[in-house]
């Protein structure tokens, strides 16, 4: 918009100045080139784009091979996997991310797989042998153990890596480093980790059709509350069909979701931690628990007094079912992890909005996307002979997916190429820049880990006393894991 006024204002100065007289008469602050062609350029302002990976300083290393052991999963595969240009949206942007580092800093980037437990135990035995097997890893949450035994890398005192900058998640690193260390990381160069960050979809069809106002302005006022999606769907759920019982196959609900996700992401949108931090960055076990009981409260109402469609059955047979309901149009939200909107809904007819997880209320500070906790995590040994090629192959992974990977999720996550939604375009940059993590979550800590989801799944609404059972053995849990860490500091 800015080059187009700056044309304008070009076409209508030329206009009034040939209006006015012969321009030769007047001076004019315009140079001729060699050719005898006018140059207005220097008149003209330039947007420039700012580039992450022109920020690096390039270094040649000489055809060295960093070698990368990875988590075993299909999902993963999309992170590195890109042998050839397919036409496929992300492995060409995979493919040729791969190819520019590679060239740029003349690497040969070789990535194996294995089981995460395989990796974690691979990682072990370098370390233990005091070989260099590999460069980097992609561990899982599992990993988290390694970092308070010794196994991995400070990234904190590592070289050429720039952990201020937003490639690198910054929830992750606010919420999981200790006493100023940090030894797994969540960057963009796992465009995984984004795809499996949690959000909602809304039918436009069905909004059309009951003169519903899309949600996008209250998003961008910080105004998409719990009460307001209670709003929304809190009469919506009938039984269609009369058979006196609403059941997924034909009837029609506000919201749908599948429980081993959903469990998680509506409470965790809130901003609320089970641990916080001391102002010497060490973990605490402290909450407000009349704050969680109000949270608790209001997730609780949309996902039963608005007889919302929970599926908790665990099992991958029934896995459609929340996603087949929205497709059929038969729920106004559906709360999906990124990644499974290209799979389960790349072919609904109806028109479909994103949407960011809600707030508990307009007081929060922002938005905050659960992400799913088997996302892959970033590992070095701890034995890593060359911190400076390691960091710099990693940042310059982590900015060339910043600059050529990530501005292509909308196409991304729907599988839609070149046919952009820009409202949802806008919502995914605000999803995946907000997430949130909780230490209690991804330690496992005994019960806190997963109260959100245990309260849902069994529909009892008795918080206090399902805290009173965790507190004690959840406490010891974190204590063992802060002891870990005071010890590596010995």
């Given at each position: 918009?800015?080059?187009?006024?700056?044309?304008?204002?070009?076409?209508?100065?030329?206009?009034?100045?040939?209006?006015?007289?012969?321009?030769?008469?007047?001076?004019?602050?315009?140079?001729?080139?060699?050719?005898?062609?006018?140059?207005?350029?220097?008149?003209?302002?330039?947007?420039?784009?700012?580039?992450?990976?022109?920020?690096?300083?390039l270094?040649?290393?000489?055809?060295?091979?960093?070698?990368?052991?990875?988590?075993?999963?299909?999902?993963?595969?999309?992170?590195?996997?890109?042998?050839?240009?397919?036409?496929?949206?992300?492995?060409?942007?995979?493919?040729?991310?791969?190819?520019?580092?590679?060239?740029?800093?003349?690497?040969?980037?070789?990535?194996?797989?294995?089981?995460?437990?395989?990796?974690?135990a691979?990682?072990?035995?370098?370390?233990?042998?005091?070989?260099?097997?590999?460069?980097?890893?992609?561990?899982?949450?599992?990993?988290?153990?390694?970092?308070?035994?010794?196994?991995?890398?400070?990234?904190?005192?590592?070289?050429?890596?720039?952990?201020?900058?937003?490639?690198?998640?910054?929830?992750?690193?606010a919420?999981?480093?200790?006493a100023?260390?940090?030894?797994?990381?969540?960057?963009?160069?796992?465009?995984?980790?984004?795809?499996?960050?949690?959000?909602?979809?809304?039918?436009?069809?069905?909004?059309?059709?009951?003169?519903?106002?899309?949600?996008?302005?209250?998003?961008?006022?910080?105004?998409?509350?719990?009460?307001?999606?209670?709003?929304?769907?809190?009469?919506?759920?009938?039984?269609?069909?009369?058979?006196?019982q609403?059941?997924?196959?034909?009837?029609?609900?506000?919201?749908?979701?599948?429980?081993?996700e959903?469990?998680?992401?509506?409470?965790?949108g809130?901003?609320?931690?089970?641990?916080?931090?001391?102002?010497?960055?060490?973990?605490?076990?402290?909450?407000?628990?009349?704050?969680?009981?109000?949270?608790?409260?209001?997730?609780?109402?949309?996902?039963?007094?608005?007889?919302?469609?929970?599926?908790?059955?665990g099992?991958?047979?029934?896995?459609?079912?929340?996603?087949?309901?929205?497709?059929?149009?038969?729920?106004l939200?559906?709360?999906?992890?990124?990644?499974?909107?290209?799979?389960?809904?790349?072919?609904?007819?109806?028109?479909?909005?994103?949407?960011?997880?809600?707030?508990?209320?307009?007081?929060?500070?922002?938005?905050?996307?659960?992400?799913?906790?088997?996302?892959?995590?970033?590992?070095?040994?701890?034995?890593?002979?060359?911190?400076?090629?390691?960091?710099?192959?990693?940042?310059?992974?982590?900015?060339?997916?910043?600059?050529?990977?990530?501005?292509?999720?909308?196409?991304?996550?729907?599988?839609?190429?070149?046919?952009?939604?820009?409202?949802?375009?806008?919502?995914?940059?605000?999803?995946?820049?907000?997430?949130?993590?909780?230490?209690?979550?991804?330690?496992?800590?005994?019960?806190?880990?997963?109260?959100?989801?245990?309260?849902?799944?069994?529909?009892?609404?008795?918080?206090?006393?399902?805290?009173?059972?965790?507190?004690?053995?959840?406490?010891?849990?974190?204590?063992?894991?802060?002891?870990s860490?005071?010890?590596m500091?010995?």
């Amino acid at each position: 918009m800015k080059k187009i006024m700056i044309w304008l204002l070009i076409l209508v100065t030329l206009a009034s100045s040939a209006a006015c007289g012969d321009p030769k008469d007047e001076k004019t602050d315009e140079t001729t080139t060699a050719a005898g062609v006018t140059d207005t350029s220097a008149e003209i302002e330039t947007e420039t784009v700012f580039k992450a990976f022109d920020t690096l300083e390039l270094k040649n290393y000489g055809g060295y091979e960093f070698d990368i052991l990875y988590t075993q999963t299909e999902r993963f595969y999309t992170d590195f996997h890109a042998p050839e240009l397919n036409g496929a949206i992300l492995n060409d942007a995979i493919f040729e991310r791969n190819l520019k580092v590679e060239e740029a800093l003349d690497v040969k980037i070789n990535i194996k797989w294995q089981s995460y437990s395989q990796v974690n135990a691979d990682l072990q035995t370098q370390v233990q042998a005091d070989s260099y097997d590999y460069d980097m890893y992609g561990g899982h949450k599992t990993s988290l153990t390694l970092s308070y035994s010794g196994y991995l890398y400070n990234f904190y005192n590592m070289e050429d890596i720039d952990l201020s900058q937003e490639w690198w998640d910054q929830d992750w690193l606010a919420s999981m480093s200790y006493a100023d260390s940090i030894h797994t990381l969540v960057g963009d160069m796992c465009i995984s980790h984004l795809l499996l960050v949690q959000a909602m979809t809304f039918n436009k069809k069905l909004f059309d059709d009951n003169s519903l106002e899309y949600p996008y302005e209250l998003v961008r006022e910080k105004k998409w509350t719990y009460d307001a999606l209670y709003n929304y769907i809190k009469d919506y759920t009938a039984d269609v069909n009369g058979d006196g019982q609403i059941t997924w196959e034909s009837d029609r609900y506000g919201l749908t979701g599948w429980g081993t996700e959903s469990g998680y992401s509506t409470f965790y949108g809130s901003a609320f931690s089970f641990i916080t931090k001391t102002p010497d960055d060490k973990y605490k076990m402290e909450f407000n628990a009349e704050r969680l009981t109000a949270i608790m409260d209001k997730v609780f109402s949309i996902w039963y007094t608005a007889n919302s469609y929970f599926n908790n059955t665990g099992s991958g047979s029934e896995h459609h079912k929340p996603f087949m309901i929205f497709k059929e149009d038969r729920a106004l939200f559906c709360d999906v992890a990124l990644c499974k909107i290209g799979s389960f809904l790349s072919d609904m007819e109806s028109d479909y909005g994103i949407l960011p997880e809600p707030m508990f209320d307009e007081n929060q500070k922002d938005y905050n996307s659960y992400t799913g906790y088997s996302i892959p995590l970033i590992m070095v040994p701890v034995n890593c002979p060359d911190p400076g090629r390691t960091g710099k192959v990693m940042e310059a992974l982590c900015t060339a997916s910043y600059d050529d990977v990530v501005p292509d999720m909308y196409e991304i996550v729907t599988m839609v190429k070149n046919a952009r939604d820009a409202e949802s375009s806008e919502m995914i940059r605000i999803i995946i820049r907000t997430k949130a993590f909780d230490p209690a979550h991804w330690y496992t800590i005994s019960g806190y880990g997963t109260f959100s989801r245990d309260i849902i799944a069994t529909g009892n609404k008795n918080f206090a006393s399902m805290l009173k059972t965790y507190e004690k053995v959840a406490e010891k849990n974190l204590e063992s894991i802060i002891k870990s860490y005071e010890g590596m500091k010995k």
